[in-house]
């Protein structure tokens, strides 16, 4: 997790907020993580994980927009909901 104060006027997004975001399932969301460095939650408030809106941005915008195998695309910025 990371303790990092949020920037100014960052909003906090539930678990289901960041999967209704990717359009992806909380298993994808996992595996996410594991694989290509999806942020994790960073903090909980019970058992529901909150990630700042400006982490999941600064993750897709960092996300090539083709795989380099079979040329397909993965999670990408352009290709997902705005968050900002």
Do not use: H
């Not at 909980?44 to 941005?57: A, E, M, N, P, V």
Request: net charge positive; glycine share 4%; proline share 7%.
């Amino acid at each position: 997790m990371d303790n990092r104060p949020p920037i100014k006027d960052d909003v906090a997004l539930d678990d289901k907020e960041v999967c209704r975001v990717l359009n992806i399932s909380k298993t994808t969301r996992r595996r996410w993580e594991e694989k290509y460095g999806l942020p994790e939650p960073s903090f909980y408030i019970g058992q529901r994980g909150f990630t700042w809106q400006s982490d999941l941005k600064r993750w897709l915008d960092s996300r090539p927009t083709e795989s380099a195998l079979a040329g397909r695309s993965i999670p990408r910025a352009s290709d997902q909901q705005k968050v900002a």
